[in-house]
């Protein structure tokens, strides 16, 4: 059986996350301009979960790989901001730097 790593899962988390945030960008106006309530219904559960997911995991590596305050406190905002968590994963979290620290 493959054995993920915690900072591999935070990763592909944090791309999920992202994408279901970026999707609301197509579900939002479905539902308020066309009346068509299920995409946003579905991909707001998606993220709701992915969101805490997130969170959990973010904790769990924070916690983990001993990540200092500032970065944690980085990963956690990263999720509240579009395309955020794209680049945490990819200026910080690709590189396995922080999985030492």
Same mark, same amino acid.
């Given at each position: 059986? @493959?054995?993920?790593?915690?900072?591999?899962?935070?990763?592909?988390? &944090?791309? $999920?996350?992202? =994408? +279901?945030? $970026?999707? !609301?960008?197509?579900t939002m106006p479905?539902? /308020?301009?066309?009346? =068509?309530? %299920?995409?946003? #219904?579905?991909?707001?559960? &998606?993220?709701?979960?992915?969101?805490?997911? /997130?969170? =959990?995991?973010?904790?769990?590596?924070? =916690?983990?790989?001993?990540?200092? #305050?500032?970065? +944690?406190?980085? &990963? !956690? $905002?990263?999720?509240l901001i579009p395309f955020g968590t !794209? @680049?945490?994963?990819?200026?910080?979290?690709?590189?396995? %730097?922080? &999985?030492?620290?």
């Amino acid at each position: 059986m @493959y054995n993920m790593s915690l900072l591999k899962s935070f990763r592909y988390t &944090a791309i $999920l996350e992202g =994408i +279901s945030y $970026l999707l !609301f960008g197509l579900t939002m106006p479905l539902k /308020y301009m066309y009346d =068509i309530l %299920e995409p946003n #219904f579905y991909v707001g559960m &998606a993220h709701g979960l992915l969101f805490i997911l /997130y969170c =959990i995991l973010g904790l769990s590596c924070a =916690i983990h790989y001993k990540w200092k #305050f500032g970065f +944690s406190v980085m &990963a !956690f $905002l990263a999720s509240l901001i579009p395309f955020g968590t !794209f @680049y945490l994963e990819a200026k910080y979290l690709k590189k396995d %730097e922080y &999985a030492n620290h």
